[in-house]
């Protein structure tokens, strides 16, 4: 890419939590994408943070503007499918926001429209280049922990109160599992392929909670465990990631600074940007080594997916990957409500394109 390249429009639908804090910078700081406008109904929001930006108030019309080439879809999850569906038919290049769909029906129509538009179509998965998930990965792929028996990821935070915001009210893909559960499922899936098995246990734990805010799930892979968690009442020193295999232990305490860095006003390319002084914690049953974590960049993503636009380059995160994703969400919320283990709802066609 170089200043002559053609630039690749972009809209940016919904200018909530996401949008501004993840997509807007990250969008902006890749040459070759050019933020052309944003579809938020509170235009002083949008102007105080980017002043020359065109703001229009309906998501239909950023989704089909002829001017697009790329729709970038941030708004409540329930708009995530249809505005999807529009955006595809009207010829766009199409990325939606964790979690894809409410559902895996809404997940495989949009794939089938998309191959039948011959048109982009990802999900920002964008800790897949959190420094955090990166050193755990390369300790696994180096074989520093030996074959892998035991893996826990947690998010977890200290927020008691229940905020006044779509995520945490009862409503169609709310809740901390369709939140969080996105990125945890996402990683532990790029490190261990398709679950066998699903098992899940969701509730609400908190004084006014509507919708679940704890969620604990475990995936079976052959005799390998993978513990996911999250919790919204968690106040004390928990690790991001734990590890457990034949040859030692991984342990990764904090989290990659990136989201920190983006609220604080620090952008990719900044001299400290996707910085991590955590290192991995590498055990051998006789002591500790320490193993410097690798720089994050989530901006990774946005640079890939604006190669796979200009068909240079593979989508960084294709469609049977995002399928995938959606499978594991559904069969871990249909275990909690059933209270009994699932297996992910793939076909075989699926399951073969995930390896591809």
Do not use: C
Request: charged share 20%; glycine share 8%.
């Amino acid at each position: 890419m170089n200043q002559h390249t053609a630039q690749v429009h972009v809209a940016l639908i919904g200018y909530g939590f996401a949008g501004r804090t993840f997509h807007a910078p990250l969008i902006q700081s890749v040459p070759g994408l050019s933020l052309a406008l944003v579809a938020s109904r509170d235009a002083g929001k949008v102007r105080a943070d980017l002043p020359d930006m065109e703001v229009i108030g309906e998501p239909l019309q950023a989704a089909t503007d002829p001017r697009i080439g790329l729709v970038v879809i941030a708004s409540p999850n329930h708009t995530h499918a249809p505005l999807a569906r529009a955006a595809l038919t009207a010829g766009k290049h199409v990325v939606v926001d964790k979690p894809f769909t409410l559902d895996l029906r809404e997940a495989r129509e949009l794939v089938t429209l998309a191959r039948r538009q011959d048109r982009v179509l990802s999900v920002f998965q964008n800790r897949r280049w959190d420094s955090d998930f990166l050193a755990v990965r390369e300790a696994i792929d180096a074989g520093l922990i030996g074959e892998v028996v035991h893996f826990e990821s947690r998010i977890e935070r200290f927020r008691p109160q229940v905020r006044a915001r779509w995520r945490e009210q009862a409503g169609p893909g709310s809740g901390l599992w369709w939140d969080l559960g996105p990125h945890l499922v996402d990683q532990a899936l790029q490190l261990f392929g398709l679950p066998d098995t699903v098992h899940a246990s969701l509730t609400a734990q908190r004084t006014g909670a509507t919708t679940d805010d704890w969620a604990h799930v475990v995936l079976g892979f052959g005799t390998r465990r993978a513990i996911l968690h999250a919790g919204m009442l968690a106040a004390g020193s928990v690790a991001r990631f734990i590890v457990h295999g034949s040859k030692g232990s991984a342990v990764k305490q904090r989290p990659d600074p990136q989201e920190a860095q983006l609220l604080a006003g620090v952008r990719p390319g900044a001299a400290r940007w996707g910085l991590d002084d955590d290192a991995l914690q590498l055990h051998d049953g006789s002591g500790i080594q320490l193993r410097p974590a690798p720089r994050g960049d989530q901006a990774r993503y946005y640079l890939l997916l604006r190669d796979a636009v200009l068909g240079i380059g593979d989508n960084p995160v294709p469609p049977a990957q995002a399928l995938a994703v959606m499978a594991v969400l559904e069969a871990a919320a249909a275990s909690a409500a059933q209270g009994r283990t699932l297996a992910p709802a793939l076909t075989e066609e699926e399951r073969a394109a995930f390896g591809e």
